[in-house]
DNA sequence: TCTCCGATTAGAC
DNA sequence: CTAACGGTCTAATCGGAGA
């Protein structure tokens, strides 16, 4: 099918989003080196410009960075969710502003259809304009007539400070096209990971343009499907649509690691209710419900010095449910059956699985099946929802202490608490 | 032989 | 001062089991 025009499609991205969020309330850490941390304080998921140029990398686990920390008074922050969804939803609202067709592709990232569009450039500076204006919040915004070649030109926008934050593919001619393409390393590309990288290295495809222009049937027969979509995607037809509404999870997981080691049945246990009223809520905000629970302990694998034991034990539910009640006693009961004394635990979690829209359903023909709890978890979850998550919870949760996670240096609930909205 | 399943791998963020 | 390494999610692929 030909299209009237070629897309122009902004992917908009958030720069260092975290740390972002954290500055926009603490202006005076503008300059500071810092990083926030991944759950129970463990890996750095979010770094300023200051601590990239100090060298702290991505996903590295902090313990390895205290020297560098020391020496150069490096600002580590716990992660504050509740804070980072907040700040998202508003900068995503404003982005919507710009187009009837949006995607938001994760907490930081959005997709935005500009085609048609008349002067991209001057459209895409307001978008940023408005963002850091009406939030604070910096963005680069990267235009290309495919998803992948606008997150490669979005690509192209954070790392050329000369860009000014916008980049856009649309606007070069074959002979720019080609030469941008062959300075740009493959593994830039979206889709090519670590693995893949060193194996299209040893195909002797190095930059993006060479990619580009392999060899098909081979390309197809070596790295399958996807790569070949990718390819596709960089010679300029769209392959990856545009999801303006997000479908509903396949699977529903909820798990942690704890804070210190777990020795004991009751406390993971307590642990697992907590998990399961999570799992359940997000069920039921997606209005679904689950045939199969699988339950998962873990120890510590980064511990060669302990005794390793990771057992996960999934069974189908009597009928599907979204019941915390209910999932809960299973979870309990699959827990009760994996434990084993003498080990330490570091982790567990719970997923849902078979989901199933709750429409569908029927009952049970013989059995009258019970209504289930659903008034009282409608009731829980508006509660939950009025007063904040944890207002009301199963009567398993929270008995014991100990698993929880580590959160030292979380910073307050600036727009979503109003005990923590700051007094200027 | 075909299909279905679970486990494993790879990737994104 | 200790001890210290995330959490979700999807899709592809592969080998074995069962029809």
Redesign the pocket.
């Known amino acids: 099918m030909a299209r009237a025009h070629v897309q122009a499609l902004a992917l908009v991205?958030c720069n260092n989003?975290y740390v972002s969020c954290e500055r926009i309330f603490r202006p005076d850490l503008a300059r500071v080196p810092m990083v926030v941390l991944?759950?129970?304080d463990?890996?750095v998921?979010s770094r300023s410009n200051e601590a990239k140029a100090l060298g702290v990398k991505?996903?590295q686990?902090?313990?390895?960075c205290?020297s560098l920390a020391k020496a150069h008074g490096i600002l580590a922050l716990s992660s504050n969710y509740a804070l980072y969804a907040d700040m998202s939803n508003r900068v995503m609202r404003i982005l919507g502003e710009f187009s009837p067709h949006q995607e938001v592709?994760?907490?930081?990232?959005s997709f935005v259809d500009l085609t048609g569009a008349p002067n991209l450039r001057a459209l895409s500076y307001a978008m940023r304009e408005r963002v850091r204006m009406w939030t604070g919040m910096p963005v680069c915004v990267g235009i290309g007539p495919t998803k992948t070649l606008a997150?490669l030109a979005n690509h192209v926008a954070k790392k050329h400070p000369r860009s000014q934050g916008v980049f856009n593919y649309n606007a070069l001619n074959d002979a720019q096209k080609t030469a941008l393409l062959k300075r740009i390393p493959v593994s830039e590309?979206?889709?090519?990971?670590?693995?893949?990288?060193q194996?299209l290295l040893a195909h002797g495809v190095e930059t993006v343009w060479d990619l580009r222009e392999a060899h098909i049937p081979s390309l197809r027969a070596e790295?399958?499907?996807?790569m070949e979509k990718t390819q596709r995607e960089l010679q300029e037809t769209p392959c990856i649509e545009l999801e303006e509404v997000p479908?509903?999870?396949?699977?529903?997981?909820?798990?942690?690691?704890f804070g210190?080691?777990v020795t004991e049945l009751p406390v993971l246990k307590d642990a697992l209710s907590t998990?399961v009223a999570?799992?359940c809520a997000?069920l039921r905000a997606q209005n679904s419900q689950a045939a199969v629970i699988q339950v998962f302990l873990q120890t510590?694998r980064?511990?060669k010095d302990l005794a390793q034991y990771s057992p996960?034990m999934?069974v189908p539910l009597p009928q599907p449910t979204h019941d915390t009640l209910v999932v809960n006693r299973w979870a309990d009961a699959l827990c009760e059956r994996m434990f084993r004394e003498g080990y330490q635990y570091?982790?567990a979690?719970v997923?849902l699985s078979e989901l199933s829209p709750v429409t569908h359903q029927q009952g049970d023909w013989l059995e009258a099946s019970p209504p289930g709890h659903s008034k009282l978890m409608q009731a829980l979850d508006h509660l939950n929802a009025r007063y904040g998550r944890g207002a009301v919870k199963v009567s398993t949760q929270g008995a014991y202490q100990g698993w929880q996670?580590r959160q030292e240096r979380k910073s307050p609930n600036y727009t979503t608490d109003w005990d923590d909205v700051p007094v200027v």
């Open positions: 991205d989003f991944s759950n129970n463990g890996c998921v991505m996903g686990p902090w313990f390895e205290q592709y994760s907490i930081d990232e997150k590309v979206w889709g090519v990971g670590r693995k893949l990288t194996r790295f399958g499907v996807v479908a509903d999870k396949q699977n529903i997981i909820a798990s942690r690691s210190s080691m998990f999570n799992a997000k510590n980064f511990r996960s999934a570091k982790k979690g997923m996670m």
